[in-house]
């Protein structure tokens, strides 16, 4: 099956070839695996790295814990 695509912006063509250059494929190939991916058909999961530096990383700390305690009450009089 073949598509025609008009009016591709000029970021997106960009940024399109400069993903098929970095990765030695063809604008097709990387077209392809574009479009899978937004309609949710991509051959294998999406990994995100968003936070992946922070996971683990929590240590303890009384200090924050005790200047937190403060949110943790209701004030009574400001919800009068």
């Known amino acids: ?3 025609t695509i008009r009016k591709i912006p000029e970021q997106v063509d960009r940024l399109v070839r400069q993903q098929a250059k970095k990765t030695h494929t063809s604008l097709n190939a990387v077209l392809l695996t574009i479009l899978k991916r937004g309609v949710g058909a991509a051959d294998e999961p999406v990994e995100y790295h968003d936070l992946d530096d922070l996971a683990g990383s929590w240590v303890a ?3 924050f814990d005790a200047a ?3 949110f943790e009450s209701i004030d009574e009089e400001l919800w009068k």
Do not use: L, N
Request: aromatic content about 12%; charged content about 35%; glycine content about 0%.
């Open 61 to 63: 700390d009384p200090d």
């Open 68 to 70: 937190m305690e403060a």
């Open 1 to 3: 099956m073949q598509y």
